[in-house]
């Protein structure tokens, strides 16, 4: 099973909505990745989860809050969102440490924010 | 930090024609140099890499080739198919991954068409 799973594939929500989306992986990855991704714009990364620590936040706002429960899941909370937080939201895992090379990508989660 | 600067951004060619994909990067201690192909709806995936060890690397119709003292490195793909449209990103990134996990910074992406 070499598939990173994420739902809802699309989902559109209001301002003062609280949602959560989800990735799965089942490739025994523990490296797991957010990326935001805006139209015709290369992927930008959000945060990083290593051994299921946050390794790294891009300096994201509060408004969204990563999770990751175990080895194989990770979630995004996303609360009071903007208009502009519209975009494709895309998770990764991969192998960690020398071994760390291909960034297996899901097909994404398209958030549109009203 | 790691600047990736990707060249053409628009791209078109005709069936059985070779494209051409360059970036250059700005961080010299970056060592791994790896292309994506991203489809319409979906997620990228990696379609070659390339470590800084290696100048050339070549997998059936698909090549990469790195000069360091450049610090560029492009994509080549030969006998272009209708199947091969699609939005193409380079990336770098800098090892060892001791941090367990590794941190990509993509080029700007090309649209590549090819017309039957």
């Known amino acids: 099973d070499t598939e990173v799973t994420q739902t809802p594939k699309h989902l559109v929500m209001g301002m003062t909505n609280k949602k959560s989306l989800k990735c799965e992986q089942h490739m025994g990855h523990r490296a797991m990745y957010w990326y935001k991704q805006k139209a015709k714009k290369p992927p930008e990364l959000m945060f990083v989860?290593?051994?299921?620590?946050?390794?790294i936040n891009e300096s994201v706002p509060s408004r969204f809050s990563p999770e990751c429960p175990n080895s194989s899941l990770l979630n995004l909370h996303l609360h009071a969102l903007q208009p502009e937080d519209s975009a494709l939201y895309l998770c990764a895992s991969s192998l960690t440490g020398e071994n760390t090379g291909e960034l297996f990508f899901g097909e994404g989660s398209r958030l549109t924010v009203l | 930090g790691e600047n990736v600067e990707q060249h053409p951004s628009t791209l078109s060619v005709q069936e059985g024609d070779s494209a051409v994909i360059k970036c250059t990067y700005s961080d010299s201690a970056s060592n791994y140099f790896p292309w994506y192909k991203q489809e319409l709806g979906k997620g990228p995936q990696l379609i070659i890499d390339i470590r800084s060890n290696v100048g050339e690397k070549k997998d059936q119709r698909i090549a990469v080739t790195l000069n360091k003292t450049a610090k560029h490195f492009s994509l080549h793909i030969t006998e272009t198919q209708p199947e091969d449209s699609a939005v193409y990103f380079c990336a770098a990134s800098k090892g060892p991954w001791n941090t367990g996990f590794q941190k990509l910074v993509f080029g700007t992406g090309t649209r590549l068409l090819v017309s039957p």
């Open positions: 989860y290593s051994y299921e620590k946050l390794s």
